[in-house]
């Protein structure tokens, strides 16, 4: 190649042989970009569109797009690990203590002490700040996956890319984004805590999964796997009780106290902590909750309770579909790969 | 698999050495949904939902600015143009195009501010600061010599040079086919060697 071409390669991408002008300018230049935080912003009057009239064509519209964008990042990643920079202090990648712009190849770990923070670039799909006192480790990042292991500490995630093509590893779950913005909490036992700020979130363990819109938060622990999400501004009663249905055996004696609560402290917005529980448990608790449920939001036309206690998907879709939630077209348009895996 | 276009057909280059514009911008279809997904959420009065968008197009807006005025005074445009499209959201009628609607927002404001401050010139980074090294001097002269280009050029190594974008991300942002960034910047590199004496 001659050095005319491989100074193009190097300016298009920004790999292959560093052209030594090229990187020169890079380097002078670097400290005129940007480095401004977000203005603070003003309330702004909610608005209501009115779009059902379009919803169709939106929705054939967005199909196309999420399946172009889909190829798109498929295409576009960048194999051989991720941008990492230092935001405080002096974390390691590799056991090596990082001061500027480093990488964290596939099979490396990073670790930050009670000082340091960094901030990892996930190829060109999102953003993933690595708070103190964490150990994140990259397990693959290729084409359609972009993968790592939070072992310990505390992530923020900020993914643009389309729905899984980045996937978090926790000791109790992998934590599956959905197009979204996240805070992520692994403690020393393994226990996670995922909080959403927009967008979603799966939760998924041996079979189990959670779906966590924005402003709901899920625990998840070893052994059982995640637990039930719900709202973080739930009553804490309901909160409790779920602690004790999620993570407890079976036997265990308090369970029909805690479902009592659940059931009993729940408001229509907690419905979707309710849907989660349709499907888990025995099929006596399965039907007390059902019950309730169809209390809170309208019961689905033409499904029966016998196959939403059968676990019948159509059914249990049909469910959802009553919780009216504002992204419920976007998850429509999510789960069928995600269910057809 | 990289997003690797074949090398530019450097003769070809040679015929027509002008400035590739497209005739209309084109955004990748992900990008654009999720765009759109977030104009929709904002308008609502969602703000994370608009800090993503921050995040995604602030270097853009940026470079577009300091190509264009001051360095001085791009931080503090960079915030003007973000708040007005806040508060401008319900004027965008596609919110998949709202890259391209914050680039020309950024373009107009920097057009404003020439007019508003047409006898302000920038201080020299020697007068700025005492004993400024000759790295900094250098990097002044190359940044006004990248602003000497035509706009198509300057845009393009801007944003490549100053804010860190690789070529694919330029065209994912600005809505440029990957195959007119990759002219522009060939092209634009060429005649900054040329102007920089490389």
């Known amino acids: ?341 | 698999m990289r997003n690797v276009l074949p090398p530019v057909d450097l003769a070809a280059e040679r015929a027509a050495d002008v400035p590739v514009r497209p005739e209309t911008a084109r955004f990748s279809g992900g990008q654009a949904a999720e765009d759109g997904r977030l104009v929709l959420a904002a308008r609502d009065g969602d703000r994370s939902a608009f800090e993503l968008l921050y995040d995604r197009y602030a270097r853009l807006v940026h470079g577009l600015l300091l190509a264009r005025v001051s360095r001085d005074e791009v931080d503090d445009l960079v915030q003007d143009v973000f708040l007005a499209a806040w508060r401008r959201l319900d004027d965008l009628r596609d919110p998949a195009a709202f890259g391209g609607w914050v680039a020309m927002i950024a373009r107009n404001r920097a057009t404003d501010f020439h007019r508003r401050s047409a006898d302000l010139v920038e201080l020299p980074d020697n007068l700025q600061a005492r004993g400024a090294s000759s790295a900094r001097a250098e990097a002044r002269a190359a940044l006004d010599a990248i602003r000497s280009l035509p706009e198509a050029y300057r845009d393009t190594l801007v944003l490549r040079l100053v804010e860190g974008l690789t070529g694919p991300e330029i065209a994912m942002r600005t809505g440029l086919t990957p195959a007119s960034v990759r002219v522009n910047l060939h092209r634009g590199m060429k005649l900054l060697r040329d102007k920089l004496g490389r």
């Not at chain 1, 990042?73 to 920079?85: E, H, K, N």
């Not at chain 1, 992520?184 to 995922?194: A, T």
């Not at chain 1, 407890?248 to 419905?271: G, I």
Request: glycine share 8%; proline share 8%.
């Open chain 1, 1 to 341: 190649m001659s050095d005319e071409l491989k100074s193009d390669e190097y300016l298009w991408s920004g790999t292959g042989e560093p052209d030594a002008d090229i990187a020169q300018l890079e380097s002078l230049l670097a400290p005129y970009g940007h480095r401004g935080v977000m203005p603070l912003l003003p309330a702004r009057p909610v608005r209501r569109r009115a779009l059902r009239a379009i919803v169709p064509v939106l929705m054939a519209a967005a199909s196309l797009a999420l399946v172009a964008g889909a190829a798109w990042f498929a295409f576009a990643a960048r194999p051989g690990g991720w941008t990492v920079q230092s935001l405080a202090g002096t974390p390691s990648v590799g056991g090596n203590p990082i001061d500027g712009p480093s990488r964290l190849g596939v099979g490396q770990t990073l670790i930050t002490d009670a000082q340091s923070r960094a901030r990892i670039a996930v190829g060109e799909v999102g953003r993933v700040d690595v708070e103190p006192n964490s150990r994140v480790r990259l397990l693959e990042s290729r084409a359609g996956e972009h993968r790592m292991a939070l072992d310990r500490g505390q992530i923020r995630a900020r993914i643009w890319a389309p729905p899984r093509f980045f996937f978090v590893n926790t000791p109790s779950a992998v934590a599956v984004d959905l197009g979204c913005a996240y805070t992520l909490d692994v403690n020393d036992r393994g226990w996670g805590l995922v909080r959403v700020t927009h967008g979603w979130v799966a939760f998924e363990y041996g079979g189990r999964e959670s779906f966590i819109p924005k402003d709901a938060v899920c625990a998840t622990r070893p052994r059982f796997g995640p637990g039930t999400p719900h709202f973080a501004d739930a009553p804490p009663p309901l909160v409790e009780a779920l602690s004790i249905l999620d993570f407890s055996p079976t036997e265990n004696v308090n369970r029909a106290a805690a479902l009592d609560t659940v059931l009993v402290t729940a408001r229509p917005h907690d419905a979707l902590t309710l849907w989660h529980l349709l499907s888990r448990g025995s099929k006596e608790e399965r039907g007390r909750v059902y019950d309730r449920f169809v209390t809170l939001v309208p019961a689905p036309a033409g499904v029966t309770r016998d196959a939403v206690l059968a676990g019948d998907r159509r059914a249990l879709d049909a469910c959802w579909n009553q919780l009216g939630l504002d992204s419920a077209s976007w998850w429509r348009l999510w789960k069928s790969p995600w269910r057809e895996r």
